[in-house]
């Protein structure tokens, strides 16, 4: 079973950036693919980001095209979420979601392993 621990969540002004982070440990940390979701309250969730442990493929929501990039260090087990040009609808709960899988496949649907989340915060 995988384990995700995100951090970087936070406050920050409209227009402003944040970098998510995403820590994946446990049986199969060397071969996971791995997203970010968020949750904003009264809405249903939604897939921002995804990144293929095959050939790092990388796969964006609408909100999230061309605003962030998501990355990752395999070496240190670690997934970003790089968020720019924040906009208060970009307030919500940020999850990072894995599966021991090769490839994104129908990602926005999740993966079986989630984190807690974080707490992401765009207000003037």
């Known amino acids: 079973q995988v384990q995700l621990v995100e951090s970087g969540g936070g406050v920050v002004r409209p227009g402003g950036s944040l970098r998510l982070s995403c820590r994946v440990s446990?049986?199969?940390?060397?071969?996971?693919?791995t997203g970010w979701f968020r949750q904003a309250p009264g809405k249903d969730r939604e897939g921002v980001a995804c990144i293929s442990f095959a050939d790092g493929a990388t796969y964006y929501g609408d909100s999230a095209r061309n605003r962030f990039t998501i990355s990752r260090d395999k070496p240190n087990n670690m997934v970003y979420l790089q968020m720019n040009d924040l906009k208060p609808d970009d307030t919500a709960v940020y999850f990072c979601s894995a599966d021991p899988v090769y490839y994104c496949g129908l990602w926005q649907s999740g993966f079986g392993s989630w984190g807690q989340g974080i707490q992401v915060t765009v207000s003037p």
């Open positions: 446990g049986y199969h940390m060397d071969m996971y693919t």
